[in-house]
C-alpha cells in the first residue's frame, strides 16, 4: 500500500477511518439488541455457502480480470442493509468479506490493502442505504406496499452510487491518466450492477414474509450471474492485448466490424488509421524487449488520449496500431478532420520520452516516429478489408516517403506482396 501516491493513501484512510467510526457510532448510539437470529444466519450462511459453490468461478475471475468492482455478495450485504440495524449489517458485511478473504482474495494474492478498503466501501454503502430508510421512516414490515417498493429503490440508488464512486475514485487516483469511461465500463456493467441489488431487495422481500425459507430459490439465478460475468470477462481477456492493454488484433476486427455496419446502416463516414513504428527494432536491439514493452505501453496510452471515447484503438502485432474513427463526415470537411487526428498523433508520438528504470538508472527512449497511412469508408473501400488495404498500403507509401510521415489514399506500393496479411508485422515495417 505504501507505494501508491500519497494521496490515495491519504484518501483510502480516510474511508477506512469512517467506516470504523460509523460502526463505533452505531454501537454507541443503539444498543445492540438482537434483531431475528434467524435472518442474521441466513444471510451469513447463504453468503458463505455462495462463495464456496462459486469458488473456482470467482478465483478464476479475479485471475482474468484482477478485483472486480461488481461484487456479486452485494446480493446479500444490500439485503442485510435492509432487513437489519446498522451495527448488524456492518458485522454481516465483516463476517462475509472476512470468508471471502480467507477464500478467495488469499489465494489469488489479493492485496490485504484492497480488501480492506472494498470492505469499508461496502460498509459506507451499507449506512446510505440504511439512511435513506431511516429517512423515509419505512418499516420492514411495509416492503410489499408501492411505498416501500419506491423506497427500496432509492436505498438501491444510494448503495450502488456511493459504493461505486468510491472505487471510481480510487482508481482514478492511483492512475490519473485513466479516463472516465474506461473505469465506468459500458452499459452491461450497470445493468449487472442493478441486477445484483435487486437480487438483493428481492431476497430481503422474501425474508420478511411468512415463507422466508424461498430465499434459497435465489441461488439459481445468482449462479447463472455469477457464470455470465465470467464468460464477459474471459471474452474481454480473449480480445486484450496484454502488453499495451488495447484491442488484439481479433477483438478490434470483431468490434470495427460491428461499427461499420452500424456506419452504413446510418450513412456515415469511417476512417481507418494504420500506424506503425519506425526502426522500432533498433529500441529492442539496443535497450532490450523490456523497454521496448514499456514503449509499447507508452504509445498505446497516447493513442488513447488522442482519439475520442467512440473510437477504436487496436494492436496488430508489432510494433503496428489501427485505430478506427467512426461518424467522420463523407465530405472533405471530414478528410481535413482524420488528417488533423493523424498529424497529431504523429507530432505526439515524436515528442514521447519514455523512462525506463534499469539497475544502472534511468534510460531514457526518446526521438520515436511513427508512419500513418488513412483510408476511408465508402470512398477507399465497401468492406472493413478493403479500407484496411486502402490504408496498409498507404502506410507503405509513407515509409516509402522517408517515414515520421502521414498517407491516405488506396494507391498500393509496387514492392508490396500481393499476399501479405493485413495487420501482421513486416520485415520493412522497421
Not at 461484487?71 to 442493509?81: I, K, N, R, Y
Not at 482519439?307 to 471530414?334: A, K, W
Amino acid at each position: 500500500m505504501w507505494g501508491l501516491p500519497s494521496r490515495l493513501i491519504a484518501a483510502v484512510l480516510l474511508v477506512e477511518c469512517t467506516a470504523v467510526a460509523l460502526m463505533v457510532a452505531d454501537v454507541v448510539a443503539h444498543p445492540l439488541a438482537m434483531p431475528s437470529f434467524l435472518v442474521i444466519a441466513l444471510l451469513i450462511g447463504m453468503a458463505i455457502a455462495h462463495t464456496e459453490i462459486t469458488l473456482g468461478v470467482e478465483r478464476m475471475r479475479r485471475r482474468v480480470a484482477g478485483t472486480p468492482h461488481i461484487d456479486l455478495s452485494s446480493v446479500w450485504t444490500f439485503a442485510a442493509a435492509l432487513l437489519l440495524p446498522p451495527a448488524w449489517a456492518s458485522g454481516v458485511v465483516l463476517v462475509i468479506y472476512l470468508h471471502l478473504w480467507f477464500r478467495v482474495s488469499r489465494p489469488t494474492r489479493v492485496p490485504v490493502h484492497r480488501v480492506v478498503f472494498t470492505t469499508s466501501t461496502v460498509i459506507l454503502a451499507v449506512h446510505a442505504a440504511e439512511a435513506t430508510m431511516n429517512y423515509s421512516h419505512l418499516e420492514v414490515g411495509q416492503f410489499g406496499t408501492p411505498q416501500g417498493l419506491f423506497i427500496v429503490v432509492l436505498a438501491l440508488l444510494a448503495y450502488t452510487t456511493v459504493n461505486t464512486c468510491l472505487v471510481i475514485g480510487a482508481i482514478v487516483m492511483s492512475a490519473p491518466d485513466t479516463r472516465l469511461p474506461q473505469v465506468i465500463g459500458n452499459g452491461d456493467e450497470v445493468v449487472l450492477e442493478i441486477a445484483t441489488l435487486s437480487l438483493g431487495g428481492l431476497v430481503a422481500a422474501v425474508m420478511t414474509s411468512a415463507n422466508i425459507w424461498y430465499v434459497v430459490l435465489a441461488f439459481p439465478t445468482l449462479l447463472v450471474l455469477h457464470r455470465a460475468v465470467l464468460v464477459r470477462q474471459l471474452e474481454e481477456a480473449a480480445s486484450t492485448d496484454s502488453k499495451t492493454g488495447l484491442l488484439n488484433s481479433a477483438g478490434w476486427h470483431t468490434q470495427a466490424s460491428r461499427v461499420l455496419r452500424r456506419a452504413q446502416r446510418d450513412r456515415q463516414g469511417t476512417a481507418v488509421l494504420m500506424l506503425d513504428l519506425d526502426h522500432f527494432k533498433s529500441v529492442n536491439d539496443d535497450h532490450g524487449h523490456v523497454a521496448g514493452d514499456q514503449v509499447l505501453g507508452e504509445v498505446a496510452a497516447a493513442l488513447r488520449d488522442e482519439v475520442r471515447d467512440g473510437d477504436l484503438v487496436g494492436r496488430f502485432g508489432g510494433e503496428e496500431f489501427v485505430i478506427l474513427l467512426p461518424g467522420i463526415d463523407p465530405t472533405s470537411t471530414g478528410d481535413s478532420e482524420v488528417h488533423a487526428i493523424a498529424e497529431r498523433i504523429r507530432r505526439r508520438i515524436s515528442g514521447l520520452c519514455v523512462v525506463v528504470p534499469t539497475p544502472d538508472g534511468p534510460l531514457t527512449v526518446q526521438d520515436l516516429t511513427v508512419s500513418v497511412g488513412g483510408a476511408t469508408h465508402p470512398r477507399d473501400g465497401a468492406s472493413l478489408d478493403q479500407v484496411l488495404r486502402a490504408a496498409d498500403a498507404a502506410l507503405y507509401t509513407a515509409k516509402r516517403a522517408g517515414r515520421n510521415a502521414v498517407r491516405f489514399g488506396p494507391a498500393p506500393p509496387v514492392s508490396q506482396p500481393a499476399t501479405q496479411p493485413i495487420g501482421r508485422p513486416d520485415p520493412d515495417h522497421r
